[in-house]
């Protein structure tokens, strides 16, 4: 499926999550320009996040090769599962961040 037949769908399931946001739960539109800046917080804490993790990986196995001399590989970080770990981490720190 090409990128741009994702982005049509991405962009068809938000208009009508817009949609039933607004008059199914009467959410008001005036509040999500609030939303969508929270939102892109989020993201740059995933960011940032990903960033650290993966420094914090690198070390650990450039750490082991030294200390346990075996070579272990640096591909082990490029799991999808870090990235999405990563957004965990975010979601939980800037939820944690809101509810104080």
Request: with cysteine; hydrophobic share 60%.
């Amino acid at each position: 499926m090409g990128s741009l037949a994702l982005i049509g769908i991405v962009a068809l399931t938000s208009v009508a999550a817009y949609l039933v946001a607004t008059q199914c739960f009467g959410w008001r539109h005036d509040t999500l320009p609030a939303a969508m800046g929270e939102t892109l917080e989020c993201i740059g804490l995933a960011a940032i996040f990903l960033a650290g993790n993966l420094a914090v990986g690198a070390a650990l196995v450039f750490g082991s090769r030294i200390f346990l001399d075996r070579f272990i590989s640096v591909y082990g970080l490029s799991d999808i599962a870090l990235v999405l770990l990563s957004l965990l981490q975010a979601i939980v720190l800037q939820s944690w961040r809101r509810s104080r």
